[in-house]
């Protein structure tokens, strides 16, 4: 049914809406007056957010409504109904996300994973990675200490922490192709994903800090278009868990590109496509590694990033990333698309 839109929409506009992958660009109805293909504009704001809308509950149930269609007028008069396809969604999917940046000559190089599954998958990695860690630290707590694979490589910062320093280069090599195993080994059952976004980087300071600014926010609106759309196009509710990036002092702690990001997404309809009628939670921006699937994330990430960066100079990377299995690679093309490639390598033309 469709809904009124009478609330005039408060947060001004700071970013562009999220990108629709090509399934849904590529969605028409046929006119039956005269045979046009239609479609819908995605990118009209409304004043109302979509999502459910909350009725009088019923016998103490909760009640919602759901768009189920959107009504096109067409070019001859004839009044066509645009299918929304919503779903209910049954079982929650996390995503645990971590970045990774690089400056390859002139340019800025964005690095994004996300790290999916659904419970058990999870549990699953989780174990895994304690068994890896336990393996080459026998008398630690695996939960005790925390891989942040920057400091573990830099041989300056690893000599500072007590248990960095008991890894020596072949350790350190051993350690992270055990930690890609869990991906490969497993790359049937979870769904990885990672966003490798660039730019030519600015002259000053300022100019440098903007671009960044806006690479990272193109590519998280990319990342979280593809999760939602094929989580809730499956009955799953995608839930972000992502890496704040430095200590946070407050829980929950948002970011506010990451809010605004998602919060504005919700006044198009591209966005009700996007999620299948349902309503997904912001991303929730929690402590690095505090749960071991943003180690794993961290991980991915920094050899992705590692991996571009070494083939764009032409030197020998730390890891060939091929060792992670299968993950969903998408690349920014420009301000408003993605590809995506399922694979177990970066295509060459990702990066500069
Ligand atoms: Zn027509």
């Not at 645990?96 to 419970?119: F, Q």
């Not at 590694?289 to 590692?306: K, M, R, T, V």
């Not at 764009?312 to 730390?318: A, D, K, L, Y």
């Amino acid at each position: 049914m469709p809904k009124a839109k009478k609330r005039k929409q408060q947060k001004p506009e700071t970013s562009g809406p999220p990108f629709l992958p090509s399934e849904l660009l590529s969605k028409f109805v046929v006119c039956q007056g005269c045979g046009e293909r239609l479609q819908p504009d995605y990118w009209t704001k409304s004043d109302e957010p979509f999502g459910p809308i909350e009725l009088k509950p019923q016998n103490g149930q909760r009640m919602f409504a759901v768009q189920t269609s959107t009504r096109l007028i067409c070019k001859c008069g004839e009044k066509v109904e645009f299918p929304l396809e919503p779903t209910v969604l049954e079982h929650p999917i996390y995503f645990y996300g971590d970045d990774a940046d690089r400056h390859p000559k002139g340019y800025y190089l964005h690095s994004y994973t996300l790290i999916g599954g659904t419970t058990g998958p999870i549990r699953d990695m989780k174990k895994a990675l304690e068994e890896v860690k336990r393996k080459f630290v026998p008398d630690s707590d695996p939960a005790s200490w925390k891989i942040h694979v920057k400091d573990m490589m830099n041989s300056k910062k690893r000599v500072t922490n007590a248990i960095y320093k008991r890894f020596d280069r072949n350790g350190l090599k051993e350690f992270f192709e055990e930690c890609a195993q869990i991906f490969s080994s497993r790359d049937h059952l979870t769904s990885h994903l990672h966003v490798t976004a660039s730019a030519k980087a600015g002259e000053s300071r300022k100019e440098r800090s903007r671009i960044e600014k806006a690479i990272k926010a193109t590519a998280h609106c990319a990342l979280l278009s593809e999760c939602i759309f094929n989580a809730t196009k499956q009955g799953l509710r995608p839930e972000f868990i992502l890496d704040a990036g430095k200590e946070i002092k407050k829980f929950p702690h948002i970011e506010s590109w990451s809010f605004d990001t998602h919060q504005e997404a919700r006044y198009y309809l591209a966005y009700e496509m996007l999620s299948h009628g349902n309503s997904i939670d912001p991303p929730k921006l929690v402590t690095p590694g505090s749960h071991p699937c943003l180690e794993l994330a961290d991980i991915h990430a920094y050899f992705a990033a590692n991996w571009m960066y070494k083939v764009s100079i032409g030197e020998e990377p730390e890891m060939d990333i091929n060792k992670f299995g299968l993950v969903r690679y998408l690349m920014v093309q420009d301000g408003s698309r993605y590809k995506v490639n399922k694979a177990t390598s970066i295509p060459r033309d990702y990066f500069p």
